[in-house]
């Protein structure tokens, strides 16, 4: 495991802590669309900084067919993982946890010896979804696979944060984008109650639809037709869904500035409020990290990836760290309660 | 979401009506950017007919919330006529079940504001700590987080761009005497706003460091 002899403290340390009643965990998913954009390394790093701020964290590999988060974390073949769970061999969630060589951090992995382990079916997805609530964590963080699937998409729109990882390229924009509308538009249909209404938001979808729906602004017209009632309630919806963007593999200025311009597609074209929670550097580190197989704010934790993973966890915090300069609305608008009492990310 | 002519000039320019005149002009930029014909970030999403319709809306908005004048006849006639929102009273909405995918209803997210990025923001945090050490990698964060390239360094300071590089990779072999590093460092500083003297002096210091831990030529070594 780790033998760099850095404070690791011996396995199962972390275990006797006192779990709290009435808490539940805050549900961070990582996700993007397409494969190899970085989505497991933000969420292996966005993990482990928050467990360096001493918050209670389990990280989920859901990727059930490329499950590779345990690697990345140092932690050695996993006994035990989620596709016990959705196979029903085991129907507790808690006993899949693998702690990790970092303190407060704990793991279910994807898979363990199981090929093309198939996604949960709806039923055991809702299950699924209940229980990951339970977990005796501050936060757990969901890393998703690759892709558009009903079950990707309902982590993301149930998580507290839906965290969409892109990288400057076009082929990954367009799947973030694809990955945007899928979940947008699944929301909607979830969010309308008759089935009229859902059979538009179905409709909507298709871009090539007869009735000419082509923007979200479009539907909400012909749904307020039938019912304005369901139009408030899909305004509602709307406004309801705020993915907080991350682009991964910066390496110039304009690169940083991709972050705001999909924000403001996901204003103009969906008419939702994205937050553009950060961006990460590319860096030799996190290469170097993989290797080491531990995460890069543990191995490299002053490359510049490191620094700014650490301030996106610093976002999701919802504190702006030490240097407190000026503070934006948004933060004055969180603040969540008793997090002053903890231990701010160095 | 498209409909543009239904946008008002703050929503073109997706910044709040107390938006202050250097927010505006950063949103202009970094908006007018995104809407270019080869952009990256919108060239999948809006076709070249819409894009060059929201450069025009973004422009037309721009004129007018770039000018104190015009913002200020602007900003009363608005507040004439400001449409009543339409809230939505019903029950919190619910993610009921569907027949092709769940069986059960969702729980709706908590919703939640996180600090979103923000440039100025950013910088103020990076910077904050006067005791702060400026090495390379921290000048090129700073450079970064306002959006400016080696290039528009080299053209501002007419420091050569191998220079630039060399300073912000810590490449001290590469640069030249310790004069010159302060100077460089300086003008690389205040280009980007910060303190000159206290970067420098602080890249500076690390520099000589750099030059004393040196093991000494032969010559120097010899008594």
């Known amino acids: ?346 | 979401m498209s409909g543009f002519e239904e946008l008002d000039h703050y929503d073109v320019l997706e910044v709040e009506p107390e938006a202050a005149p250097d927010e505006i002009e950063r949103s202009y930029r970094v908006l007018y950017a995104a809407y270019e014909s080869d952009s990256l970030a919108t060239y999948s999403m809006f076709g070249a007919d819409e894009a060059e319709q929201l450069r025009d809306r973004i422009d037309q908005a721009y004129h007018v919330l770039s000018d104190p004048a015009l913002r200020r006849s602007y900003d009363a006639a608005r507040a004439g006529e400001l449409p009543e929102e339409e809230e939505y009273g019903g029950e919190p909405v619910v993610l009921a079940p569907l027949s092709d995918g769940l069986a059960q209803p969702l729980a709706e997210p908590r919703s939640r504001v996180v600090p979103t990025f923000d440039q100025l923001d950013d910088v103020a945090e990076a910077e904050s700590d006067e005791e702060t050490a400026w090495d390379g990698p921290r000048l090129r964060r700073a450079r970064l987080l306002r959006g400016v390239e080696v290039e528009d360094v080299a053209t501002a300071t007419k420091i050569g761009p191998a220079y630039l590089r060399s300073l912000e990779e810590d490449r001290f072999d590469d640069l030249p005497a310790v004069v010159y590093v302060r100077g460089f460092v300086a003008a690389y500083a205040r280009f980007l706003g910060l303190d000159a003297n206290a970067v420098a002096r602080s890249y500076a210091q690390r520099f000589e460091e750099h030059l004393c831990a040196k093991p000494r030529g032969r010559l120097l070594g010899r008594h």
């Open chain 1, 1 to 346: 495991m780790n033998q760099t002899g850095d404070a690791t403290p011996p396995t199962g340390a972390h275990r006797a802590q006192p779990r709290p009643y009435g808490t539940e965990p805050r549900l961070v998913a990582v996700g993007g669309g397409k494969g190899g954009v970085g989505k497991t390394l933000v969420a292996a790093n966005l993990a482990a900084a928050l467990a360096q701020a001493g918050r209670r964290v389990v990280v989920v590999d859901t990727d059930l067919e490329g499950a590779n988060l345990h690697t990345v974390l140092g932690v050695g073949a996993p006994r035990a993982s989620l596709a016990d769970y959705v196979a029903k061999r085991e129907p507790d969630l808690r006993k899949l946890l693998v702690d990790t060589p970092i303190p407060g951090l704990r793991l279910i992995a994807g898979t363990h010896g199981h090929l093309g382990v198939p996604q949960p079916r709806s039923f055991r997805r809702v299950a699924l979804l209940g229980e990951l609530r339970k977990l005796p964590a501050d936060f757990v963080l969901v890393d998703l696979g690759a892709g558009t699937h009903p079950s990707v998409m309902d982590y993301f729109l149930v998580g507290d944060d839906g965290i969409l990882v892109l990288t400057p390229e076009a082929t990954s924009v367009e799947n973030a984008y694809s990955f945007l509308r899928a979940a947008f538009y699944r929301r909607l249909r979830l969010a309308m109650t008759s089935e009229s209404a859902r059979a538009l938001v179905h409709q909507a979808m298709d871009q090539g639809n007869e009735r000419g729906i082509r923007t979200p602004l479009d539907l909400l017209r012909e749904v307020r037709a039938i019912a304005p009632e369901e139009g408030l309630r899909l305004t509602a919806a709307i406004q309801g869904f705020r993915p907080r963007i991350v682009v991964n593999s910066v390496r110039s200025a304009e690169d940083v500035r991709l972050g705001f311009a999909v924000r403001s597609v996901c204003r103009k074209y969906f008419g939702i409020a994205a937050d553009y929670v950060g961006y990460v550097n590319y860096d030799d580190a996190v290469t170097q990290a993989i290797r080491q197989r531990r995460p890069v704010v543990v191995s490299h934790p002053h490359s510049d990836a490191a620094v700014y993973l650490a301030r996106i966890a610093r976002k999701l915090l919802g504190s702006s760290g030490p240097g407190r300069g000026r503070s934006t609305r948004a933060a004055r608008e969180t603040a969540p309660a008793g997090s002053a009492a903890r231990r701010p990310l160095a």
